[in-house]
């Protein structure tokens, strides 16, 4: 029986040590591809369907043959966003110490909920935490939960900013739910991210609910309109959310003026910062985020800006009970040993997502940070420069960090060029509108995008404006 045993687990190790090496292959002969595939999917959703679908046969495959049989098929479908010319959304590439710290964390297979079972993934997160508030000026004592992004991150923030809002309140939501609670007033600026909709959604407020805050012409909140609201809506458990980096323009809310305001309102102030809050790295652009510390809670990518794989995103709170009172559950065969991963974050089994991020950190050092992030704002302003020399193209932004918006005459031009040079592959960017007419825009969030890559998107584009120069 041993021996039976012991045969066929080299048997299976060997198939273990053959499909790694598909995937390793695989992995590199995409990354190889970068410099000149095109940017955009050559495929659709329906062709990938029609590539990978069909019933699931009956027989098995070996692994190896699954692995390598899927990098080659999943080709025309995979769009080049670890690459130096991706552009869209706000998304970020992948740092080399960071991807290959994936691997490790999915080959080690840590359930990372809980320090009593997995100490290793928990230290590194704990750590990887406490170095990320360090960089960015946030309290050192903060919890920081390591979720799938921003968009959960804003919900777990805002989750634990209702309980405690409510707590202040004599109400207890754990026990009594939300229904008979006291009404809460949610503010947060017109320009705000749409995950924070959805984010209050999930929390039980419904956008009618939501007090809205006019902003000025880049989407930062304006200070008087905050205390008129305030002022002019009934007082009561309330928070309001503001933002560090507007996704079009980049914007800062002006915190050193607006936090006073919601303090003396006795307002929880929960701050969007996915991409923003990393401006604190940088000692040229920290001036941005001047007053975001005094808030109580932040949301941040590592995903974005700090290149790290998908997925990870942080939820940062200043004072754990507040985490703990939200999140951490009762279960006889839970293990409490002070402050776990699944008392900050509604989730219980999940992979170690912030190792990457303590690789990532480790392997830049705090001036690698600084230096990722400047770059990645000096190449934002490189392209703003290159496209305002090319006629027609009009820059509707300020571009004090990584956004560059555009317009090419009216929104038709404006979309074609938009879908032009998608076909056309050199780069990738997004559409988008602003004040009601169409738009373009570039975020600058990769470690991989160099001075070159800046120069061949504007070649490219200029071409594309006109064709026959
Ligand atoms: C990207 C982004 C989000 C959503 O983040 P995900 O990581 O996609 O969940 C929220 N807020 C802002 C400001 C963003 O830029």
Same mark, same amino acid.
């Given at each position: 029986?041993?021996?039976?045993?012991?045969?066929?687990?080299?048997?299976?190790?060997? #198939?273990?040590?053959?499909?790694?090496?598909?995937?390793?292959?695989?992995?590199?002969?995409?990354?190889? *591809?970068?410099?000149?595939?095109? =940017?955009?999917?050559?495929?659709?959703?329906?062709?990938?369907?029609?590539?990978?679908?069909?019933?699931?046969?009956?027989?098995?495959?070996?692994?190896?043959?699954?692995?390598?049989?899927?990098?080659?098929?999943?080709?025309?479908?995979?769009?080049?966003?670890?690459?130096?010319?991706?552009?869209?959304?706000?998304?970020?590439?992948?740092?080399?110490?960071?991807?290959?710290?994936?691997?490790?964390?999915?080959?080690?297979?840590?359930? *990372?909920?809980?320090?009593?079972?997995?100490?290793?993934?928990?230290?590194?997160?704990?750590?990887?935490?406490?170095?990320?508030?360090?960089?960015?000026?946030?309290?050192?004592?903060?919890?920081?939960?390591?979720?799938?992004?921003?968009?959960?991150?804003?919900?777990?923030?805002?989750?634990?900013?209702?309980?405690?809002?409510?707590?202040?309140?004599?109400?207890?939501?754990?026990?009594?739910?939300?229904?008979?609670?006291?009404p809460l007033r949610f503010v947060?600026?017109?320009?705000?991210?749409? *995950?924070?909709?959805?984010?209050?959604?999930?929390?039980?407020?419904?956008?009618?609910e939501l007090v809205i805050v006019?902003?000025?012409?880049?989407?930062? /909140?304006?200070?008087?309109a905050l205390a008129a609201t305030l002022d002019g809506t009934p007082s009561g458990p309330t928070?309001v959310?503001?933002?560090?980096?507007?996704?079009?323009?980049?914007?800062?809310?002006?915190?050193?003026?607006?936090?006073?305001?919601?303090?003396?309102h006795?307002a929880?102030?929960?701050?969007?910062?996915?991409?923003?809050?990393?401006?604190?790295?940088?000692?040229?652009?920290?001036?941005?985020?001047?007053?975001?510390?005094?808030?109580?809670?932040?949301?941040?990518?590592?995903?974005?800006?700090?290149?790290?794989?998908?997925?990870?995103?942080?939820?940062? =709170?200043?004072?754990?009970?507040?985490?703990?009172?939200?999140?951490?559950?009762?279960?006889?065969?839970? +293990?409490?040993?002070?402050?776990?991963?699944?008392?900050?974050?509604?989730?219980?089994?999940?992979?170690?997502?912030?190792?990457?991020?303590?690789?990532?950190?480790?392997?830049?050092?705090?001036?690698?940070?600084?230096?990722?992030?400047?770059? +990645?704002?000096?190449?934002?302003?490189?392209?703003?420069?290159?496209?305002?020399?090319?006629?027609?193209? #009009?820059?509707?932004?300020?571009?004090?960090?990584?956004?560059? /918006?555009?317009?090419?005459?009216?929104?038709?031009?404006?979309?074609?060029?938009?879908?032009?040079?998608?076909?056309?592959?050199?780069?990738?960017?997004?559409?988008?509108?602003?004040?009601?007419?169409?738009?373009?825009?570039?975020? /600058? *969030?990769?470690?991989?995008?160099?001075?070159?890559?800046?120069?061949?998107?504007?070649?490219?584009?200029?071409?594309?404006?006109?064709?026959?120069?």
């Open positions: 029986m041993y021996h039976r045993a012991q045969a066929r687990t080299l048997l299976y190790m060997d #198939e273990r040590q053959r499909a790694l090496d598909a995937a390793h292959r695989g992995a590199t002969a995409f990354l190889e *591809s970068l410099e000149d595939r095109p =940017v955009w999917p050559r495929a659709d959703l329906a062709e990938m369907l029609d590539v990978f679908g069909g019933e699931l046969p009956d027989e098995g495959m070996d692994a190896a043959a699954v692995v390598a049989d899927l990098a080659e098929r999943a080709e025309p479908g995979l769009v080049a966003i670890p690459g130096g010319r991706f552009f869209g959304f706000v998304i970020g590439g992948t740092l080399p110490a960071a991807l290959a710290t994936d691997w490790l964390v999915s080959a080690w297979d840590q359930n *990372s909920g809980s320090s009593t079972l997995t100490p290793t993934t928990v230290a590194l997160e704990r750590i990887a935490g406490a170095w990320v508030c360090d960089l960015l000026g946030l309290p050192a004592a903060a919890s920081v939960g390591f979720v799938t992004g921003a968009q959960v991150s804003n919900f777990t923030c805002l989750a634990v900013a209702q309980h405690a809002v409510m707590r202040r309140a004599g109400w207890d939501l754990t026990t009594q739910g939300l229904r008979g609670a006291p947060v600026g017109e320009h705000r991210h749409g *995950s924070i909709d959805r984010a209050a959604r999930f929390i039980g407020i419904g956008t009618d006019p902003t000025d012409g880049e989407g930062r /909140m304006i200070p008087d928070i959310c503001l933002q560090a980096g507007e996704v079009h323009t980049g914007a800062f809310d002006p915190f050193t003026e607006l936090t006073p305001i919601a303090r003396a006795g929880w102030i929960h701050v969007d910062g996915a991409f923003g809050l990393w401006a604190g790295a940088s000692q040229r652009l920290r001036h941005l985020l001047d007053g975001a510390a005094d808030a109580d809670s932040w949301t941040t990518d590592a995903h974005k800006t700090l290149n790290v794989p998908y997925d990870c995103g942080m939820a940062i =709170v200043r004072d754990p009970a507040d985490s703990i009172a939200m999140f951490r559950t009762g279960g006889d065969y839970l +293990m409490y040993t002070g402050l776990d991963p699944w008392d900050v974050t509604p989730e219980l089994s999940r992979r170690g997502r912030g190792v990457p991020a303590w690789a990532a950190l480790r392997s830049l050092g705090r001036g690698g940070v600084a230096a990722l992030v400047e770059r +990645m704002h000096d190449n934002a302003l490189r392209l703003e420069a290159g496209l305002r020399t090319i006629p027609g193209i #009009e820059v509707i932004n300020e571009v004090p960090y990584t956004q560059v /918006m555009f317009r090419l005459g009216d929104d038709d031009a404006t979309r074609a060029l938009g879908a032009s040079i998608l076909r056309d592959g050199t780069a990738a960017l997004t559409g988008a509108e602003w004040d009601g007419r169409a738009a373009l825009r570039c975020s /600058m *969030s990769s470690w991989a995008t160099t001075e070159a890559d800046v120069d061949a998107t504007l070649g490219a584009i200029a071409r594309l404006v006109s064709p026959g120069s």
